[in-house]
C-alpha cells in the first residue's frame, strides 16, 4: 500500500482556504488546518461587544470552516511573536498598518516548524494570483516560499496551473491536472467551485479579516504609537482600539467613550486599570482616561464626555470621576460645544 501524504493548510476561514482544503481532500490527501492568533482578527470581537450587532454570527470562522471541512484544527497563538512583524516589516506596509507580506512568509515559516514537528509533507494556502496587491502578486510569491524557507513544499492548488511545478506535484502525490489556474480579483471561479463542492456558506467578506488592513483602526494604532513615543502594543492595546470613540485633546491623554450598552459594559471591565467619567445626571457614555492629566484636563475630559450626554444642551452636567484606586468623586462642569471641540482630537 502506498503511504498517505499529509498537508497542514492555513485555514483563515474564508472561502479560498476551503477550496483549496476540499481540492487536495479530493486527492485522497489528509488534511490538517492551522489557524494563526494574532489578535487583530475582526471575527467576533466587535459582533460580540456591540449590542446593535447581537444577531450577527458570533462564531470562530476557522473552527466553523474546519468543520465543514471534516478536519482538525490546529489554533496556534503568535501574539508575541508577532509584534515584530508589525512593528519592523522588512517589506514595509500595505495602504494601512498592514504588514501582508512579512505576514504571510511569517506564516508559513511557522507552518514549515509545525509541518516538520509533525511529520507532515507539505502546506497548502488560498492564495490566489493577483488576488492581493503585496502578498498575492506572481513576483512576490517567490518571496514567501524562500524566506519562510519552505521553498516548493508550499502548494496553492487554486493558482497552481499558473506557478511552477512544486514538490507534491513532481512526486506524484498530487495530480497538477486536477489543481486550477485561478487569478485575478474576481470571484467567480471560487464561487463556481464552491457550488461544484456543495458549499453553501461561508465568511465574508473572502479573505482578510485584519483589522490592520482597515484604515481607521491603522491611524488609531499609528496615533497610540506616536503618543507613547514607541512602536509597541499590548493585547489590551489591540482590544481597546477596537472599541468606542477615541478622543486626543493632546498627546499625553486621549478618551474612550462607549457609544452604546454593549460598549459600555466591555469598557468597565478596564475599569481597575484606567480612571473612568460616568455621566450620572442624564444619560451618557461610560469612559476611560488613557493617561495622567491634571485637575484642569481632568474638567476638559469631563465637558467633552458631557459633550455626548443627553445633557449636551445644558448649562451643567454632573459626572463620576473615579481614579484606579476606586475613590469616587462628582465633576460639575458645562459640556462642551461643538465649535470648541476641533475635529482633529477625534481619532
Given at each position: 500500500m502506498s503511504l498517505?501524504?499529509?498537508?497542514?493548510?492555513?485555514?483563515?476561514g474564508?472561502?479560498?482556504?476551503m477550496?483549496?482544503?476540499?481540492v487536495?481532500?479530493?486527492?485522497?490527501?489528509?488534511?490538517?488546518?492551522i489557524n494563526?492568533?494574532t489578535?487583530f482578527?475582526?471575527e467576533?470581537?466587535?459582533?460580540?461587544?456591540?449590542?446593535?450587532?447581537r444577531?450577527?454570527?458570533k462564531?470562530n470562522?476557522?473552527l466553523?470552516?474546519?468543520?465543514?471541512?471534516?478536519i482538525?484544527?490546529h489554533?496556534?497563538d503568535?501574539?508575541?511573536?508577532?509584534?515584530d512583524?508589525?512593528?519592523?516589516?522588512k517589506?514595509?506596509?500595505?495602504?494601512n498598518?498592514?504588514p501582508c507580506?512579512?505576514c504571510?512568509?511569517?506564516m508559513?515559516?511557522?507552518?514549515r516548524?509545525?509541518m516538520?514537528q509533525h511529520?507532515?509533507d507539505f502546506?497548502?494556502?488560498?492564495e490566489?494570483?493577483?488576488?492581493?496587491?503585496?502578498s498575492?502578486?506572481?513576483?512576490?510569491?517567490?518571496v514567501v516560499?524562500i524566506?519562510?524557507?519552505v521553498?516548493?513544499?508550499?502548494?496553492?492548488p487554486?493558482?497552481?496551473?499558473?506557478?511552477?511545478?512544486?514538490?507534491?506535484?513532481r512526486e506524484?502525490?498530487?495530480e497538477?491536472?486536477?489543481l486550477?489556474?485561478?487569478s485575478?480579483r474576481?470571484?467567480?471561479p471560487q464561487?463556481?467551485l464552491?457550488?461544484?463542492?456543495?458549499?453553501?456558506?461561508?465568511?465574508?467578506?473572502?479573505g482578510g479579516?485584519?483589522?490592520?488592513?482597515d484604515?481607521?483602526?491603522s491611524?488609531?494604532?499609528a496615533?497610540?504609537?506616536?503618543s507613547r513615543g514607541?512602536?509597541?502594543?499590548e493585547?489590551d492595546d489591540?482590544?481597546?482600539?477596537k472599541?468606542?470613540r477615541?478622543?486626543?485633546?493632546a498627546?499625553?491623554?486621549?478618551?474612550?467613550?462607549?457609544r452604546?450598552?454593549?460598549?459600555?459594559?466591555?469598557l468597565?471591565?478596564?475599569?481597575?486599570?484606567y480612571?473612568t467619567?460616568?455621566?450620572?445626571s442624564h444619560g451618557?457614555p461610560?469612559?476611560?482616561?488613557?493617561?495622567?492629566?491634571?485637575?484642569?484636563?481632568l474638567r476638559e475630559?469631563?465637558?467633552?464626555?458631557?459633550?455626548y450626554?443627553q445633557?449636551?444642551s445644558?448649562?451643567?452636567?454632573?459626572?463620576?470621576?473615579?481614579?484606579?484606586?476606586?475613590?469616587?468623586?462628582?465633576?460639575?462642569v458645562?459640556p462642551?460645544s461643538?465649535?470648541e471641540?476641533?475635529?482633529?482630537?477625534?481619532?
Amino acid at each position: 500500500m502506498s503511504l498517505q501524504r499529509k498537508a497542514v493548510a492555513l485555514v483563515s476561514g474564508g472561502l479560498d482556504s476551503m477550496l483549496a482544503v476540499r481540492v487536495i481532500q479530493e486527492q485522497g490527501i489528509h488534511v490538517e488546518g492551522i489557524n494563526f492568533f494574532t489578535g487583530f482578527c475582526v471575527e467576533g470581537h466587535t459582533h460580540a461587544i456591540r449590542k446593535k450587532d447581537r444577531d450577527k454570527p458570533k462564531r470562530n470562522n476557522a473552527l466553523w470552516a474546519a468543520e465543514q471541512l471534516g478536519i482538525k484544527l490546529h489554533i496556534v497563538d503568535i501574539i508575541e511573536e508577532y509584534k515584530d512583524v508589525v512593528i519592523n516589516p522588512k517589506h514595509g506596509y500595505g495602504a494601512n498598518l498592514n504588514p501582508c507580506l512579512d505576514c504571510k512568509v511569517f506564516m508559513v515559516r511557522k507552518a514549515r516548524e509545525w509541518m516538520e514537528q509533525h511529520g507532515f509533507d507539505f502546506i497548502i494556502t488560498g492564495e490566489v494570483v493577483g488576488q492581493r496587491p503585496m502578498s498575492q502578486r506572481k513576483d512576490t510569491m517567490p518571496v514567501v516560499q524562500i524566506e519562510s524557507g519552505v521553498e516548493d513544499r508550499l502548494l496553492r492548488p487554486l493558482s497552481a496551473k499558473n506557478l511552477p511545478e512544486t514538490l507534491p506535484e513532481r512526486e506524484g502525490w498530487v495530480e497538477r491536472e486536477e489543481l486550477h489556474d485561478f487569478s485575478g480579483r474576481s470571484r467567480k471561479p471560487q464561487l463556481a467551485l464552491a457550488k461544484s463542492f456543495g458549499f453553501r456558506d461561508w465568511a465574508t467578506p473572502a479573505g482578510g479579516c485584519c483589522f490592520l488592513t482597515d484604515a481607521h483602526y491603522s491611524s488609531r494604532l499609528a496615533d497610540l504609537w506616536q503618543s507613547r513615543g514607541s512602536r509597541d502594543y499590548e493585547m489590551d492595546d489591540i482590544m481597546l482600539l477596537k472599541v468606542g470613540r477615541h478622543i486626543r485633546p493632546a498627546k499625553h491623554f486621549k478618551l474612550i467613550l462607549a457609544r452604546e450598552e454593549g460598549e459600555g459594559k466591555f469598557l468597565q471591565g478596564y475599569k481597575r486599570q484606567y480612571p473612568t467619567l460616568k455621566v450620572t445626571s442624564h444619560g451618557g457614555p461610560f469612559a476611560l482616561i488613557d493617561g495622567v492629566i491634571s485637575e484642569e484636563e481632568l474638567r476638559e475630559a469631563a465637558a467633552i464626555v458631557a459633550r455626548y450626554s443627553q445633557g449636551k444642551s445644558a448649562n451643567e452636567v454632573i459626572l463620576e470621576y473615579v481614579d484606579t484606586d476606586g475613590q469616587a468623586r462628582d465633576l460639575h462642569v458645562k459640556p462642551m460645544s461643538p465649535e470648541e471641540m476641533p475635529t482633529e482630537w477625534i481619532l
